[in-house]
């Protein structure tokens, strides 16, 4: 295992998202890559995906116009040394692979089961890629 939960030093994460769109803007329904109709719903989720594997989470929303464009994620590890990696696309740029069958990409968002969505996320084992244009990604180590 080169990396997991017994080799992060991290057991916190906090994530600060937008709020969901409208459903009638929503033209992807039951899809890994679609948009949750309820955000509550979304974040209890997010919260529980990552509670499951072990990261107690904090999450916050707010509003799309005042939440940053880029995203940033940082991990620790035990031996010290830290990775942080910058999204210049936010994390929408990034999606499931169209490879991936379909079976594996299909996820009720209409579900209110906070458990069972989240621990379908937290063992999710899909193909990701990016779109077709390219995105700078920014990795630092310290």
């Known amino acids: ?3 997991g939960r017994s080799r992060w030093a991290i057991t916190t994460c906090e994530v600060v998202t937008a709020d969901c769109r409208t459903h009638d803007n929503n033209p992807v329904k039951n899809r890994l890559w679609g948009d949750w109709r309820d955000t509550k719903v979304r974040d209890a989720v997010l919260k529980g995906t990552l509670e499951y594997i072990g990261v107690d989470a904090k999450v916050s929303t707010g509003t799309l116009s005042k939440t940053e464009h880029s995203r940033f994620l940082e991990i620790g590890f035990r031996s010290g040394n830290l990775v942080k990696v910058r999204f210049d696309q936010g994390v929408t740029y990034w999606r499931s692979a169209y490879k991936n069958p379909s079976h594996q990409t299909y996820f009720d ?6 458990d069972a969505q989240s621990s379908r996320l937290a063992e999710l084992n899909v193909a990701v890629e990016g779109w077709v244009m390219p995105t700078f990604l920014f990795v630092k180590t310290q």
Do not use: A, K, N, P
């Not at 968002?109 to 906070?114: H, I, K, N």
């Open 1 to 3: 295992e080169v990396s």
């Open 109 to 114: 968002l209409f579900s209110e089961d906070v």
